[in-house]
């Protein structure tokens, strides 16, 4: 009889762990389920955000291609500010970034104490716009063959999309003519810009070329770059275009094989890099 009694109370016992084992086991694989079911919410979410960010990424860059290739309206761009027809010498409606004109003002400000006069020439040009001074000069009729024609005009102009004068910072400054600034006049300028123009944070982008700039464009007294914004662009333009971006105008066919990036818009001024 005793020992009948504890078979049985031995019997309940395993069968109430047995339940409990069973319950436990239960309620960590439902755990586990549910957390599984986290890692997997988790996961997706982390997929969605990192897909925006990157479709955010990818819609930048190619404003900022746009941009930097000059394909926009600066008149239609709330960073871009009309040079004022009293400073303007282009003979056209012309624009640049807020910051570049500023600065140039200062800059113009402390000329005058100096006797000396500063006019803008010419500031930005869009891609529109080179690409009609490139067909123009393109379309004279010459000897050259088209490679040749392609390298003559690279002399002095620059292919569009791929002009400084695109990015709204960089301007001429009085003439855009080689001899003007051996005139008394153009070399009294230029000297007062050499001395006086990196204090506004300008830089004359193309300077003589040589050993420490052997290719790209000749020399540009009068052409200036606004560093604290150019600089910036300068380094996007080496990061994002590339030389099949570099399309879309007379002669085209002519980009490949010239390393227009690295021997034309990166071969500048060291000290404006
Ligand atoms: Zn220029």
Request: charged letters at 25%; glycine letters at 6%; aromatic letters at 14%.
């Amino acid at each position: 009889m005793c020992y009948c009694f504890q078979v049985i109370k031995l019997d309940l016992k395993y069968k109430v762990l047995l339940c409990i084992f069973i319950i436990l086991l239960l309620l960590t694989g439902i755990f586990l389920l549910m957390n599984l079911e986290t890692e997997r919410e988790k996961e997706i979410i982390y997929q969605q955000i990192l897909e925006k960010q990157q479709a955010l990424k990818k819609a930048w860059e190619a404003e900022e291609k746009n941009y930097l290739m000059g394909k926009f309206d600066p008149s239609a761009r709330g960073d871009f500010v009309p040079v004022p027809e009293e400073y303007n010498v282009s003979g056209y409606k012309t624009y640049l970034r807020k910051e570049t004109l500023e600065a140039f003002l200062k800059m113009r400000e402390a000329a005058s104490l100096s006797g000396v006069e500063l006019n803008i020439a010419s500031a930005t040009r869009n891609f529109n716009y080179q690409k009609k001074l490139w067909n123009d000069k393109w379309s004279i009729k010459d000897n050259f063959d088209g490679l040749e024609k392609f390298k003559e005009i690279l002399e002095w102009s620059a292919a569009p999309g791929t002009s400084r004068h695109h990015f709204g910072t960089d301007i001429d400054i009085n003439n855009v003519n080689p001899p003007y600034f051996d005139s008394q006049k153009g070399e009294k300028e230029y000297n007062w810009l050499v001395t006086n123009a990196s204090q506004f944070g300008f830089c004359q982008t193309y300077n003589l070329k040589g050993n420490n700039r052997p290719t790209g464009y000749n020399e540009e007294k009068w052409h200036w770059s606004y560093l604290p914004l150019a600089r910036n662009f300068t380094q996007e333009y080496k990061d994002l275009i590339t030389e099949e971006d570099i399309k879309g105008f007379l002669g085209d066919e002519y980009v490949a094989g010239q390393n227009l990036i690295n021997n034309y818009v990166l071969s500048i001024n060291s000290e404006c890099l």
